[in-house]
């Protein structure tokens, strides 16, 4: 079958990291870029605390200063739009790109309201085009090891779940403004609020004590989910914009083992600790969620793994967690 065209909207930190992607992917090819900053669009590379994005040959892409420009010279010739925007630009451009005929793929938070989450899933459902959102620990081998550990028992039960993100400010100045960037608590501890929650659903209650920083906003947080049961696990999500270097990472306790990711190695232990081999491959996240997307695109299939319901929800807690943060850490019933 043929490659889905693929042109990518936001030519800046993650979209860079994207753009590198698409050479290694096996259903959709990057034909075309789209930034309002001009200079964005001559750098081949960009440097952010995700490391090096990798070299891009920018002569091979068809080059656009505005989504209007885009959309009047694309229409019918891309399927899909991979928004790589600020947050604060998601719903607008995502709505726009659905009505105008593409497929899109948007990337995290889904937006900065609930009413915003509204708009785009309705914006797809009157357009009949696909959109995801692009929560890329749903699609990183790590983090589906841990869910095969979880859901397939091998170790028992789970009895803890602490996950952290935690590193400096990002790079661009819209982050500076927590009205832009929802701060740390949507921007970055959404990433493990939202796989806790595809992991072991809705809890109960939320709560989360939280540090206003650079943002604004609450950009050092520590969070609990709290689950029905006696046997419920806990479960702790911590992030920060306030440290130096970029370090996520989990512990997850089970009746009969261990599993420990540092951000590097995903390390299991048997109830002796004892070290168990695993063989979990490299975390090329990005490419299998663009590739994911494109194949549901191609099959006209919904993007079950992370259907925007879903990341609806999740923006919904975080936004419940910043509630939390702002009356010093009380408990909210979900
Ligand atoms: N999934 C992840 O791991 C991850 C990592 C970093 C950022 N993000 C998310 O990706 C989004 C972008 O973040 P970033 O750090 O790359 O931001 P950035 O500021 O580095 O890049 C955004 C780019 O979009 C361009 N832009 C702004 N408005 C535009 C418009 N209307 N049309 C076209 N281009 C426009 C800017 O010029 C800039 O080059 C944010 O929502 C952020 O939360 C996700």
Redesign the pocket.
């Known amino acids: 079958m043929k490659k889905l065209a693929c042109a990518l ?7 860079h990291h994207h753009a590198s992607r698409y050479a290694r992917c096996k259903n959709v090819r990057l034909v075309a870029l ?4 001009p200079a ?1 669009l001559a750098e081949a590379e960009s440097k ?1 605390n ?1 490391g090096s994005s990798g070299t891009l040959d920018l002569a091979k892409l068809r080059l656009y200063k ?2 209007d420009e885009f959309a009047a010279a694309e229409k019918g010739r891309v399927d899909m739009i991979d928004l ?4 604060y ?2 719903a607008r ?1 995502a709505c726009r790109a659905l009505r105008d005929g593409f497929h899109v793929l948007s ?3 889904m937006a900065l309201s609930l009413a915003q989450c509204d708009a785009m899933i309705a914006a797809a459902k009157e357009s009949g085009r696909t959109h995801m959102v ?1 929560q ?1 620990l749903r699609f990183s081998p790590v983090y589906g090891a841990l869910r095969a550990f979880v859901e397939g028992g091998r170790f028992g039960a789970l009895r803890s779940l602490s996950m952290h993100r935690v590193g400096a400010m ?3 100045k ?1 982050y500076y403004d927590h009205r832009k ?1 929802g701060g740390a608590v949507l ?1 970055l501890q959404l ?1 493990d609020l939202d796989f806790a929650v595809s992991l072991l659903g809705t809890p109960s209650a939320i709560r989360c004590e939280g540090l206003r920083g650079p943002s604004g906003g609450w950009d050092e947080t520590l969070s609990r989910l709290r689950y029905p049961g006696a046997k419920a696990p806990i479960v702790t999500t911590a992030a920060s914009w306030l440290r130096a270097a970029f370090k996520p990472g989990f512990e997850a306790v089970f009746e009969r083992g261990l599993l420990e990711y540092d951000g590097a190695e995903l390390r299991a232990f048997d109830a002796k600790r004892r070290p168990v081999k695993l063989a979990v491959k490299g975390a090329d996240m990005y490419g299998l969620e663009i590739d994911y997307f494109a194949d549901c695109v191609r099959r006209g299939a919904r993007p079950e793994r992370c259907r925007p319901e879903s990341t609806r929800e999740s923006v919904r807690l975080a936004l419940l967690q910043a509630r939390s943060a702002a009356r010093g850490g009380a408990w909210i019933r979900t």
């Open positions: 909207v936001g030519f800046g930190g993650i979209g789209c930034d309002i900053d964005r952010t995700l505005s989504y790589c925007v600020p947050t630009e998601h451009l990337e995290k938070p692009a890329c990002p790079w661009s819209w960037c921007d990433h």
